[in-house]
């Protein structure tokens, strides 16, 4: 079936830390891969995403590549703020399943 | 352009009763998906509606059941509720035409049962 498999938090930095939060995936398939972010009594809001395999995500500094050969999505950011603490969920869509499969989430907080 | 709203944001029930929450998703998208999202299970599929009708359903007990109007606007009901169904509840929408992967939530409605 499908599923992610996501890295237990939760995660603190310091301000200006790099980010790595892996994700791993199990489908059939050409899965599309995602990243998510829920802010504090908010709902999801799409941070990145990739389509096909060796592409790579990006948005606001955060990156990630869907790797076929390992199944992975992990995300990066090379340098944290304070503003980037959040619950991060790694996700995957199937075409013919026509809905999210999600991870677990990584809740990751930056301290001054 | 506007995003996804769902009223209401919060809601307190008692067990037993029912309820019903309302998503209005981004103008010009059709699909509408309903999740359920608890500290113990996480992000769960509930069900997906495209014009009007059920196109796909979660593994979700008869008691939560969903319906949507000719304007895409989209409601979710659950009866006899029960303290597991305390959650919030996450729509989002979706374009169609090889884009319904790229979904948008909403604020989410926070559903208590006491």
């Known amino acids: 079936g499908n599923s992610v498999t996501q890295m237990e938090g939760p995660v603190t930095l310091s301000e200006e830390a790099f980010l790595t939060i892996n994700c791993t995936y199990t489908?059939?398939?050409?899965?599309?891969l995602f990243w998510y972010v829920q802010y504090p009594g908010e709902g999801l809001q799409l941070l990145l995403k990739a389509t096909k395999a060796d592409d790579k995500g990006s948005n606001k500094g955060f990156e990630a590549t869907y790797r076929k050969e390992t199944t992975s999505f992990h995300l990066e950011k090379g340098s944290v703020q304070v503003s980037d603490s959040a619950v991060y969920f790694c996700a995957l869509w199937k075409a013919g399943a026509n809905n999210l499969f999600f991870g677990t989430g990584t809740r990751l907080t930056v301290i001054p | 352009k506007a995003g996804v709203t769902q009223t209401p944001r919060y809601l307190i029930k008692t067990r037993g009763q029912q309820v019903t929450l309302s998503c209005s998703p981004i103008?010009?998208?059709?699909?509408v998906s309903w999740y359920q999202q608890t500290p113990g299970q996480g992000l769960q599929f509930l069900f997906e509606?495209?014009?009007?009708?059920?196109?796909n359903k979660g593994n979700f007990p008869g008691r939560f059941s969903g319906r949507q109007f000719s304007n895409s606007r989209s409601e979710m009901n659950v009866s006899t509720l029960e303290l597991g169904d305390s959650a919030l509840y996450l729509c989002a929408s979706s374009l169609e035409r090889g884009r319904e992967y790229e979904q948008y939530f909403g604020p989410g409605t926070r559903l208590t049962v006491t």
């Open positions: 509606y495209f014009s009007e009708t059920q196109r």
């Open positions: 489908a059939t398939g050409y899965p599309s």
């Open positions: 103008s010009g998208h059709r699909s």
